[in-house]
């Protein structure tokens, strides 16, 4: 393949056919839907947090959207699982900041292990929201947001 | 090349190769790859002769119309209103003060919402729109009812994205004030039957405006043939400058509305008082207009006019042929939209990579077309789908770029699969 840029590699393309984590949680402890207006992307998170231990015990998604979207929200829910919430923030904010190219995994410090991938987003300005949805979302359910999370 | 086989090209009128000279910016390269521009119904690009005319103008014959006593503002007033000319004789409006300029479509609609609208429509009243509009043609439409009492009403479509004319008319009754409608849908390129629409309107004694946004740039227009009483077009999508536009209305109905935005020019005398307006269509252009994206209207106009709108449109349906064969025979991509009448747009699926993903990919092989739902929500609604991919085509795209785009296509399925 000619596509040579850091868009579509094969991760990406492998959690877009078969997403982790692709289904509802029955009893959620949060949940949020979010949508990102310019493209439609319409996604919602579940959570099942056990709030004692401060820990994220479950995590899923389901919902429509491109390739990045999917990638990037089945890519959380893995790396999230299991994760305190306090850790889960600061991935939160230190993904937020990668893919609006504020921080660069190569030369400074991170917890993004392989979420560091989506790099590469931050030289497509229009697709950034598309890899920070799932993100959004999941901070707004645990924020308890009732309203829709929106990129906009 | 296909062409000899389907004998396309030959049967054109228009020297594509020499035509594409006239666009400065078809022959830059993206992604190192030749630009393949297939976002004609988003935005059209400009002729060097619009570039050329409008840094002529500024640079040489600026000045504010209607307002200074001098040369300088003379002479712009002069060539402002010869272009508003140009306009009248494009949509065949029998006198150029029919004509008033807007930012584009968007306000021009606006402007008859809020103008006409909000003078005539009442409670109870009801307004018809179809289910394929552009976000542009609902919105003003809902804000009014709303505030109003009035009620929306909506012509469905039929599974080619046709409208059904019988559903057409069992909505309209003696409550119906107004009917909207797109001439062509920008998400689907169906070619709306106006005439039929208008004359059915007019009997059920509604007004019809026709938002010829998609229309304008691809087929003759005559707004008196019609009959209808408004039309309303953009600039930047007929080879003009961006932040122009207008609204063609039957100067009773101008007459009979009052001024959208206020201030100054469109006024006849103020006092602390009282103010009384100017006449149409200075009663509708308060402020310093965009002077030079007017002028540069009027030279594409020329433009196209000298090309010819029925070359255009013929060449243009020939590329749709040829377009709708070619990716009709790509195994997992549906077609959305197959109206008998039906401009040269293509709005499609693949089964295996969502539209946003098929438009970066394809940008990658320098080809741009527009992936998302072209802010035409309720359309992608009606046929079950998220978004789109658009290819929108114009008489300066060939068909080599369609094998293009139909190469780089079954490229993002090989890998998405």
Redesign the interface.
């Known amino acids: 393949m000619s596509y040579d840029n850091e868009l579509y590699q094969q991760v990406i393309l492998d959690h877009n056919r078969n997403p982790k984590n692709f289904r509802e949680i029955k009893n959620a402890t949060h949940h949020c839907h979010g949508i990102n207006p310019l493209c439609g992307d319409d996604m919602t998170v579940y959570m099942e947090v056990d709030s004692e231990q401060g820990v994220i015990r479950d995590i899923s998604f389901v919902g429509t959207g491109c390739a990045i979207s999917k990638a990037s929200s089945s890519m959380m829910t893995a790396y999230l699982k299991g994760r305190s919430l306090e850790e889960s923030r600061v991935i939160f904010d230190e993904f937020h900041k990668m893919v609006l190219g504020e921080l660069d995994p190569e030369k400074q410090e991170h917890h993004l292990g392989k979420l560091k991938l989506f790099r590469g987003i931050r030289d497509y300005p229009s697709r950034t929201k598309c890899a920070s949805l799932a993100w959004h979302t999941m901070i707004g359910a645990l924020d308890k947001k009732t309203e829709e999370i929106s990129t906009e | 090349m296909p062409d000899s086989n389907t004998g396309l090209a030959t049967k054109s009128a228009l020297d594509i190769e020499k035509v594409r000279q006239d666009f400065p910016v078809l022959s830059q390269t993206v992604h190192g790859k030749p630009l393949v521009y297939l976002d004609n119904a988003a935005t059209t690009h400009k002729p060097q002769c619009v570039i050329e005319r409008v840094r002529e103008f500024d640079a040489e014959q600026y000045g504010t119309v209607r307002r200074g006593s001098y040369k300088m503002s003379e002479q712009a007033t002069l060539l402002y209103e010869e272009a508003r000319q140009k306009v009248a004789d494009f949509v065949g409006a029998p006198d150029r003060k029919e004509i008033v300029f807007t930012s584009g479509t968007t306000q021009a609609i606006n402007l008859v919402a809020y103008s006409y609208g909000r003078k005539f429509v009442n409670a109870g009243d009801e307004i018809i729109i179809s289910n394929i509009e552009h976000h542009a043609n609902i919105v003003p439409w809902q804000v009014l009812c709303e505030e109003k009492g009035a009620r929306l009403r909506v012509i469905p479509v039929n599974d080619d994205g046709e409208l059904i004319m019988e559903e057409y008319e069992k909505l309209l009754n003696e409550k119906t004030r107004l009917v909207a409608v797109n001439h062509i849908s920008n998400a689907l390129g169906t070619i709306n039957p106006v005439k039929e629409i208008i004359r059915k309107g007019h009997d059920a004694g509604a007004k019809v405006l026709i938002d010829g946004a998609q229309s304008s740039p691809h087929m003759k227009i005559d707004v008196k043939d019609l009959d209808c009483d408004f039309y309303t077009f953009s600039g930047h999508k007929m080879y003009a400058p961006s932040g122009i536009g207008g609204v063609y209305g039957k100067m009773d109905l101008w007459e009979s509305m009052g001024p959208y935005v206020t201030g100054g020019d469109m006024i006849l005398q103020v006092t602390l008082e009282k103010t009384t307006y100017a006449k149409p269509p200075a009663r509708f252009e308060a402020g310093t207009p965009p002077i030079t994206q007017v002028i540069g209207l009027g030279t594409a106009i020329d433009y196209i006019t000298e090309i010819g709108l029925d070359n255009i449109f013929e060449y243009e349906m020939s590329l749709l042929d040829y377009a709708t064969r070619l990716l009709g025979e790509i195994d997992g991509l549906r077609i959305i939209g197959n109206a008998r009448e039906k401009a040269s747009i293509i709005s499609f699926v693949l089964d295996v990579?969502?539209?946003?993903?098929v438009s970066?990919?394809l940008d990658?092989d320098g080809i741009a077309v527009r992936?998302?739902?072209h802010c035409a929500?309720p359309t992608?609604i009606r046929f079950g789908v998220?978004?789109t991919t658009r290819a929108s085509m114009a008489f300066y795209n060939k068909y080599e770029e369609l094998d293009a785009l139909a190469e780089s296509i079954r490229?993002v399925i090989?890998?998405?699969s």
Do not use: I
């Open positions: 990579a969502h539209p946003h993903d970066s990919m990658q992936g998302g739902h929500q992608m998220p978004a490229k090989k890998l998405f």
